[in-house]
Nanobody, 119 residues
Framework: QVQLVESGGGLVQAGGSLRLSCAAS????????MGWYRQAPGKQRELVAS?????NYAESVKGRFTISRDNAKNTVYLQMNSLSPEDTAVYYC???????????????WGKGTLVTVSS
């Protein structure tokens, strides 16, 4: 079993900051990549940022969001600054990982954490 548990969402005013965390636990062999996606009401889920040995960001968050990872803790973070109402969404953690005793990697998802930015 593998679990991804997000934390850190909430309500913040425009211009404010939040830090999301996601910890992966269970029978983990290795993690290839971790990332954050978001889904706003009525919209498709989209990639926000991902991290392997390098980082990748959606254009809409470049310069405002920073993704980082603690490999020892199997945890990924998303520091979100200069938030705007357009950032309001449910944020989902994703990990591409290989379980112990498995030879292939799969994608796993957290349940999501709501970020609401008020104007």
């Amino acid at each position: 079993q593998v679990q991804l548990v997000e934390s850190g969402g909430g309500l913040v005013q425009a211009g404010g900051s939040l830090r999301l965390s996601c910890a992966a636990s269970g029978s983990i062999g290795s993690i290839n990549a971790m990332g954050w996606y978001r889904q706003a009401p009525g919209k498709q889920r989209e990639l926000v940022a991902s991290i392997t040995s390098s980082t990748n960001y959606a254009e809409s968050v470049k310069g405002r969001f920073t993704i980082s990872r603690d490999n020892a803790k199997n945890t990924v973070y998303l520091q979100m600054n200069s938030l705007s109402p357009e950032d309001t969404a449910v944020y989902y953690c994703n990990a591409n990982l290989r379980r112990l005793q498995y030879t292939y990697a799969m994608d796993y998802w957290g349940k999501g954490t709501l970020v609401t930015v008020s104007s």
